[in-house]
Antibody, heavy 119, light 107 residues
Framework: QVQLVQSGAEVRKPGASVKVSCKAS????????IHWVRQAPGQGLEWMGK????????SHAQNFQDRVTMTRDTSTRTVFMELYSLRSDDTAVYFC????????????WGQGTMVTVSS | DIQMTQSPSSLSTSVGDRVTITCRAS??????LNWYQQTPGKPPKLLIY???SFRSGVPSRFSGSGSGTDFTLTISSLQPEDVGTYYC?????????FGQGTKLQIK
């Protein structure tokens, strides 16, 4: 069965960076884009960007253009999202999600990774 | 970016009632509209994609309709397990954008 398993919760100080992983299983890894979405406490869903596991091409939301890097390791079927220059308002749950190849809906999600930014 | 606006923001209704949530896009999205349900502490779960196609395993009391800029999620007879927050999302153009969510509670 399709599964996306994310790394565990992280605590960082302002100005630091964090790298979250998302390990895929149960499907052809290179056939589906992986997206990253975050959710601040009590708030809605905010799209951050996507990566093609096949070629590694990425696209990011303008809000994160200079602060985020998305990479993948095809040998371990893992996608990574690294966010730099963390601020307190980056405190959120970060989700990875697979996009179906037809209409692009996010059909499978990781369990979420809580990132807390606090001095 | 395409803006997605949901209404209402919150809803409290009784078991067995018919529930309707609407989602309006700031421009035509040609049917590329998806609905998700999220319960506390869990990731969103895809319910409906492409306006009206059911995800496997989703109860038949859920349905989606609409076209162009106006879309609707309907629950024909609300059940206790339907409590949660519902989000619409457009995947017509990048960036994919979500509505602000509709929090559904049982009276």
């Amino acid at each position: 069965q399709v599964q996306l398993v994310q790394s565990g919760a992280e605590v960082r100080k302002p100005g630091a960076s964090v790298k979250v992983s998302c390990k895929a299983s149960g499907y052809t890894f290179t056939s589906y884009y992986i997206h990253w979405v975050r959710q601040a406490p009590g708030q809605g869903l905010e799209w951050m960007g996507k990566i093609s596991p096949s070629g590694g091409s990425t696209s990011h939301a303008q809000n994160f253009q200079d602060r985020v890097t998305m990479t993948r390791d095809t040998s371990t079927r893992t996608v990574f999202m690294e966010l730099y220059s963390l601020r307190s308002d980056d405190t959120a749950v970060y989700f990875c999600a697979r996009a179906d190849s037809g209409l692009g809906a996010f059909d499978f999600w990781g369990q979420g990774t809580m990132v807390t930014v606090s001095s | 970016d395409i803006q997605m606006t949901q209404s209402p923001s919150s809803l409290s209704t009784s078991v067995g009632d018919r529930v309707t949530i609407t989602c309006r896009a700031s421009q035509s999205i040609s049917g590329y509209l998806n609905w998700y349900q999220q319960t506390p502490g869990k990731p969103p779960k895809l319910l409906i994609y492409g306006t009206s196609s059911f995800r496997s395993g989703v109860p038949s009391r859920f349905s989606g309709s609409g076209s162009g800029t106006d879309f609707t999620l309907t629950i024909s007879s609300l059940q206790p397990e339907d409590v949660g927050t519902y989000y619409c999302q457009q995947t017509y153009s990048s960036p994919p954008t979500f509505g602000q969510g509709t929090k559904l509670q049982i009276k």
